[in-house]
């Protein structure tokens, strides 16, 4: 099963590329993670942030493999444990199709992104670069799979 990491953001840095690989690498089938990278719109003064955030998230959703569960990334989320992580990917990858996680950009998702989700997840409550969301939602992915396995590393 496909899990789709459909983020905002435009020339990455080569440690984030590195950091994403090391656990994208790890996994084994029948998880898989691919990444999708959608370019930011340029900010300026003259553009409010509300029509750069409804265009880039109409550019996310356009870009979005299907069928898929889709899940948003938001502060303001439901928290979870790395347990039920680990169930909420294992639950929906049981019924055959992928998911897609949804990664704003600098300010995050649009509200209209949240609410199209089928579910909105806060990875901490602190706030994240949004080009580093996606090494740690890679290796939260990646503990999700040990834990199903069995495998020590999520100790």
């Not at 990491?5 to 998880?31: C, E, K, V, Y």
């Not at 928290?79 to 996680?101: E, P």
């Not at 949004?130 to 040990?146: C, N």
Request: contains cysteine; hydrophobic residues 40%.
């Amino acid at each position: 099963m496909t899990i789709s990491i459909l983020s905002i953001g435009s020339s990455m840095p080569d440690w984030i590329h590195q950091g994403h690989n090391t656990f994208a690498t790890r996994l084994s089938p029948p998880w898989n993670i691919n990444l999708i990278d959608i370019p930011s719109l340029k900010r300026t003064k003259n553009r409010p942030i509300g029509a750069i955030l409804t265009e880039e998230g109409e550019r996310l959703w356009r870009s979005r493999p299907q069928p898929a569960f889709n899940i948003a990334l938001d502060r303001q989320g439901k928290h979870l444990s790395s347990q039920d992580f680990a169930a909420l990917l294992q639950n929906n990858l049981a019924h055959g199709t992928g998911i897609n996680f949804f990664i704003g950009g600098p300010e995050g998702l649009s509200q209209d992104m949240i609410e199209r989700a089928n579910q909105c997840i806060s990875l901490s409550s602190m706030t994240f670069p949004h080009l580093l969301v996606r090494v740690i939602l890679s290796e939260q992915i990646y503990r999700a799979r040990s834990i199903a396995i069995g495998h020590p590393y999520h100790r």
